[in-house]
């Protein structure tokens, strides 16, 4: 049959933007209905009557089977007009079918006069300056196709700007506008920026319309007051900054993301450390112009240091030969200072061979100086080898000592088979490098440790010589047992984690160490080497040359810190993993349901050995009604293929399909869930592994509630040695949490009828497909579950903290696109924007009104005055009053309409004169740390699902004092109390909204209908910082209480850590926390 199309309800196509648009019980008239999916999908699902037009005898006769009405006959003879002059319509549909006539403003025309006076006419059309397009149309190729944006049957086309010319001469009026999408390479065009010239791609990937591949419109016969026009999304707007701060030596990375379209972070803001040695910004990669400009306090500053290789104003152009671009600011710039800045990528990558050659001639001065450096750091490396040579020989000669000469053993006690300083060398310092790893994957050496300064007591600096990589990162560690161990200051960072791209460490590397605002300096070589896996002989001689270096208190102190920290969550595993396997296969046949659980795994290009593991993994399941689906995306590996159908082969619950063409990995995904028949699917990466107990805990999950359909375990990852770290002990069902990050990751089951409602995996969300699907499967969810075990190994490089530059764009774009499409789906208004922590993104309800908000202070009123004033200088939000007792009204008398004297004795009195909608309760000791706090607070509260929220407090020092009370038996804890301002916390726990459960009384937002409905007189008390709120929303007005970053307070009284500090009761003994996980480490 003629374009018998696949229909997807998927609002990111034009059909689903359609449908989505038809309201229930609605009349429909639909011209070119083709296998009629649509037509039948509106009769069924929607309850409408549809009528059709359509040319095709054979189509018509098929949809005329459920069509309410119709007519064969050619659109543009328009007998149709004269067959439904006596009908009108609500909705008229020309799905992709304009583009086919000769003339659609005609067809329009015609249309408008069978429309409703209050109906919609909508429209889908492709878009014919797409990129795919326009890049084939550069090279002279224009290649009409069978379907797609240059299917051949087209007659017209239309911009943006020709559309509205049409509309406005048929009295048609925009309603809503919208675009799908689709990113060059990845649609029936085959054509890459790489086909056009460098010097006009990156003008060509900043087009705003270069990624639009349809138009959708929704037009009316009446002018719409707020139509809703959105802005097209090009997946190339998003741009990423990297801001190195060195801070007492240390290094940390913000990353910074804008968009250069909508100008969204173009200008941001920036408080400086007073402890800030060096600020060094790298806006992009490769070659470009940038315009870029610093400010503090509205005067211009210039970076100290920059490898652009010219400058104008503004303008700075940079060839990126040798390094990325950057700019350099120093402590004496901008320490403790506000520094704004401005960026726009004006070109990047688009220099040819010889003006990159000509640019870069007036850059070798820099190059020298460079060389000198290198010249200079192993001339400094060479003169330790020379030490280390005496050394060696030394122990070589004590060795012999009490070895046979000889013997093959002898040189285990050579010096260079390990890592710990030499006292007698280096008394000043105290450094260990505990291992020496290399990631394949990413081409990445790390080399991790700790050490400080002896006499200072502060953390090393760190260097890696130039020629062992010309790319480093030194991300500080904090390591409380070097901490503990040494005596040392309790908040500072000495361990360090050091990466090193485009580096394979094979047997030695050199590192430079230097003590902070000294001269002093020393070159270290160290040799891969892995204790643990050593022969205990060679163990024993190890450590006894240790000894005789360092001596054996050092030795043991030492031994004994690297063994605390690696047997943490080594013991926590064997304290916590303790299965009898023969008891739980006992359990299993006695299990209600035995489901078959489908594990669908895509494949591409992994280490063979890798894959060995993934899959083993699953044949070491206590569970064993399981069947494997893997897909392997067309790997050019050879020995892939081989391997899948060796164990396909052996193993009949193993299933395999192989690609001809490479996708993606949604794509994959997709085909390994065609191969599935279970009735629960889970998914899987092809290089990580199952825990042996996963689908045992899932299945007994589904025995305990046969309604989860989505089920989701904690998770840990391994190091390329097979080690397991650190554990991610998620939260129980959040779903606030989740509109923030995708925190559910690894291991997911679904219910099939989940991927039947819902589909697979969506390529369009590439990057961030995962997340997509979690929000859609939990939506359509008739229960969440968590189950806290760690099911799922992820195998990453050990503690990588560092900011990967090569990150795709795309990805973060992709995710905020499927929350924006998520909360559309739900009906709820809001904008989705990204923050500055990769991969998090923040949720701004969208408002019409501001209602009235009453503000009532708790404490002891010791400084009202100061409270009043504070509140009326740092709160745009202006609909608001302010509660005080009239006996205050002396101290501080103001006209100011937001204050309200009102006779009261204690603040839960000033709750029966509020006139507000809703009530926030506010300690008097804090002080709003953002103008836009109130509205903040407002954002998730006035959600219907809300029943309270609060915000978060810091101390003066910009510490974490208070960001939501946990509560793990026998103990209620404030959670990332002492961390930074900045820290993200325990995985996004301080710096994205949440539902808790506990939260103390000092900035709480609630109406004042559910507060009146509680017991409020014992919560309104003057002790706010030890009241603690909470379980009465679940239990009494059954709403979620919501904790937000982004109304954030500063606490200003004294020792304010005595003041947030909680005591065991017993009350607390009946509560169970909904949200925590029982697992923790400390």
């Given at each position: 049959m003629k374009y018998d199309f696949e229909m997807t309800v998927d609002e990111q196509s034009s059909v689903g933007k359609i449908v989505r648009q038809i309201k229930e019980n609605s009349t429909v008239l639909e011209f070119g209905p083709g296998n009629g999916r649509m037509t039948n999908y509106l009769i069924t699902e929607k309850k409408c009557q549809v009528s059709i037009v359509e040319f095709d005898e054979e189509l018509y006769n098929f949809v005329m089977q459920f069509a309410t009405d119709g007519f064969l006959g050619n659109i543009e003879e328009y007998k149709w007009v004269e067959y439904f002059k006596n009908t009108s319509f609500d909705y008229i549909v020309f799905a992709d079918v304009l583009e086919h006539l000769v003339d659609p403003i005609m067809a329009l025309k015609a249309a408008k006069t069978v429309l409703n006076p209050d109906g919609q006419i909508l429209i889908s059309f492709p878009n014919l300056a797409h990129n795919s397009a326009l890049i084939g149309l550069f090279n002279n190729q224009l290649e009409w196709k069978e379907f797609g944006l240059l299917d051949h049957t087209?007659?017209?086309?239309?911009?943006?700007?020709?559309?509205?010319?049409?509309?406005?001469?048929?009295?048609?009026?925009?309603?809503?506008?919208?675009?799908?999408?689709?990113?060059?390479?990845?649609?029936?065009?085959?054509?890459?920026?790489?086909?056009?010239?460098?010097?006009?791609?990156?003008?060509?990937?900043?087009?705003?319309?270069?990624?639009?591949?349809?138009?959708?419109?929704?037009?009316?016969?009446?002018?719409?007051?707020?139509?809703?026009?959105?802005?097209?999304?090009?997946?190339?707007?998003?741009?990423?900054?990297?801001?190195?701060?060195?801070?007492?030596g240390k290094q940390e990375i913000h990353p910074l993301l804008y968009n250069q379209e909508t100008k969204e972070n173009q200008f941001s803001t920036h408080d400086i450390a007073a402890n800030v040695n060096e600020l060094k910004i790298v806006p992009f990669e490769g070659n470009g112009v940038m315009e870029f400009y610093a400010e503090i306090e509205g005067k211009m500053i210039r970076p100290s240091k920059t490898n652009a290789v010219w400058v104008n104003g503004k303008t700075y152009v940079f060839t990126g030969i040798d390094e990325n671009p950057y700019f350099v600011f120093t402590h004496d710039q901008i320490a403790g200072k506000t520094l704004s800045f401005y960026f726009n990528l004006v070109d990047q990558n688009s220099f040819s061979s010889l003006e990159t050659q000509v640019l870069d001639y007036a850059h070798q001065q820099e190059s020298v100086i460079e060389r000198l450096k290198e010249t200079h750091a192993k001339e400094l490396l060479a003169l330790e080898n020379e030490k280390e040579e005496l050394l060696t020989k030394t122990a070589q000669v004590l060795s012999r000592t009490s070895v046979k000469q000889g013997s093959e053993k002898w040189?285990?006690?050579?010096?260079?088979?390990?890592?710990?300083?030499?006292?007698?060398?280096?008394?000043?310092?105290?450094?260990?490098?505990?291992?020496?790893?290399?990631?394949?994957?990413?081409?990445?050496?790390?080399?991790?440790?700790?050490?400080?300064?002896?006499?200072?007591?502060?953390?090393?600096?760190?260097?890696?010589?130039?020629?062992?990589?010309?790319?480093?990162?030194?991300?500080?560690?904090?390591?409380?047992?070097?901490?503990?161990?040494?005596?040392?200051?309790?908040?500072?960072?000495?361990?360090?984690?050091?990466?090193?791209?485009?580096?394979?460490?094979?047997?030695?590397?050199?590192?430079?160490?230097?003590?902070?605002?000294?001269?002093?300096?020393?070159?270290?070589?160290?040799?891969?080497?892995?204790?643990?896996?050593?022969?205990?002989?060679?163990?024993?001689?190890?450590?006894?040359?240790?000894?005789?270096?360092?001596?054996?208190?050092?030795?043991?102190?030492?031994?004994?810190?690297?063994?605390?920290?690696?047997?943490?969550?080594?013991?926590?595993?064997?304290?916590?993993?303790?299965?009898?396997?023969?008891?739980?296969?006992?359990?299993?046949?006695?299990?209600?349901?035995?489901?078959?659980?489908?594990?669908?795994?895509?494949v591409y290009n992994v280490e063979e050995k890798w894959l060995r593991a993934c899959i083993d993994s699953l044949k070491n399941q206590y569970y064993d009604n399981w069947e494997l689906c893997l897909a392997d995306d067309a790997s050019p590996k050879a020995e892939i293929r081989p391997l899948i159908e060796r164990y396909v082969h052996e193993d009949a619950r193993i299933k395999a399909v192989f690609r001809e063409q490479n996708g993606h990995i949604s794509e994959a995904t997709n085909s390994a869930i065609e191969l599935a028949t279970g009735e629960y699917i889970g998914f899987m990466d092809n290089d990580d592994e199952l825990a042996p107990q996963a689908l045992y805990e899932v299945v007994k999950a589904i025995n305990e509630d046969s309604e989860y359909e989505f089920i989701y375990t904690d998770e840990d990852k391994l190091n390329l040695a097979g080690k397991r770290f650190d554990p991610f002990f998620k939260p129980n069902w959040n779903p606030t949490l989740l509109l923030g990050h995708n925190y559910i990751t690894h291991f997911v089951v679904v219910k099939r009828n989940i991927l039947d409602k819902i589909g697979g995996l969506r390529s369009e969300f590439n990057g961030s497909q995962d997340y997509d699907f979690v929000l859609r499967a939990t939506q359509a969810a008739k229960k969440v579950h968590h189950i806290p075990v760690i099911c799922y190994h992820w195998r990453t490089v050990e503690t990588s903290v560092a900011f990967d530059p090569k990150s795709k764009e795309y990805a973060y774009v992709a995710g905020q696109r499927a929350i924006e499409e998520h909360l559309s789906q739900r009906d709820i208004p809001a904008k989705v924007t990204m923050t500055k922590h990769y991969g998090a993104y923040k949720v701004d309800y969208l408002y019409q009104e501001e209602p009235l908000v009453s503000i009532i202070a708790l404490g002891e009123y010791a400084r009202v005055s100061l409270w009043i004033e504070d509140l009326l200088q740092n709160t745009y939000y202006s609909n608001i009053e302010l509660l005080v007792p009239k006996k205050f009204q002396q101290a501080f008398p103001t006209s100011d309409k937001r204050v309200s004297f009102v006779e009261a004795q204690a603040p839960f009195d000033l709750l029966e004169q509020a006139n507000g909608e809703y009530i926030v309760c506010l300690n008097e000791w804090l002080t709003p740390k953002n103008a836009d706090w109130l509205k903040e607070l407002l954002n998730p509260l006035?959600?219907?699902?809300?029943?309270?929220?609060?915000?978060?407090?810091?101390q003066k020092d910009e510490r974490v004092l208070n960001v939501g009370v946990s509560l793990r038996q026998p103990r209620v804890l404030f959670d990332d109390q002492g961390a930074t301002k900045e820290s993200i916390g325990y995985y996004f726990r301080s710096v994205l909204p949440r539902e808790i459960y506990l939260a103390t009384m000092d900035s709480l937002a609630i109406r004042k209908s559910d507060l009146e409905t509680l017991d409020y007189k014992h919560l309104l008390t003057q002790q706010p910082t030890a009241t603690l709120f909470g379980p009465e929303v679940y239990t009494t007005l059954h709403q979620k209480f919501v904790f937000t970053p982004y109304s954030l307070f500063e606490y200003i009284g004294e020792k304010p850590e005595e003041s947030y500090r909680l005591a065991w009761e017993d009350t607390f003994k009946t509560l169970h926390d909904p949200y925590q996980n029982p697992n923790a480490l400390n």
């Open positions: 087209h007659n017209t086309f239309y911009t943006q700007a020709g559309f509205e010319k049409v509309f406005q001469s048929l009295d048609l009026h925009i309603a809503i506008e919208e675009f799908t999408y689709s990113q060059v390479g990845q649609n029936e065009i085959q054509t890459a920026y790489e086909d056009l010239p460098e010097k006009i791609r990156y003008a060509f990937k900043m087009r705003p319309f270069g990624e639009v591949y349809q138009y959708f419109y929704a037009l009316t016969k009446s002018p719409v007051e707020m139509p809703k026009r959105m802005q097209p999304i090009n997946s190339h707007f998003v741009k990423q900054v990297q801001l190195v701060f060195t801070l007492d040189r285990m006690a050579e010096l260079k088979h390990y890592h710990l300083y030499q006292d007698s060398l280096f008394p000043d310092v105290k450094l260990m490098v505990e291992t020496i790893e290399n990631d394949p994957d990413r081409n990445v050496a790390i080399i991790k440790g700790w050490g400080f300064a002896v006499a200072q007591q502060t953390p090393l600096i760190y260097q890696v010589p130039l020629f062992e990589g010309l790319v480093s990162l030194v991300s500080p560690i904090y390591r409380k047992d070097v901490n503990e161990m040494f005596g040392l200051p309790e908040k500072e960072k000495y361990g360090f984690m050091i990466e090193i791209e485009q580096k394979q460490i094979e047997k030695v590397v050199g590192l430079l160490v230097s003590i902070p605002d000294t001269t002093t300096q020393y070159a270290f070589k160290f040799q891969r080497h892995n204790l643990d896996n050593t022969p205990w002989a060679k163990k024993a001689r190890y450590l006894l040359g240790a000894v005789r270096q360092q001596g054996l208190r050092n030795v043991l102190r030492n031994r004994k810190l690297r063994l605390e920290q690696a047997d943490q969550y080594d013991k926590w595993i064997k304290e916590n993993e303790q299965y009898d396997v023969a008891k739980v296969k006992q359990e299993i046949k006695h299990f209600g349901m035995t489901p078959k659980i489908s594990l669908v795994v895509p006035r959600q219907e699902t809300v029943g309270a929220v609060t915000g978060k407090i810091v």
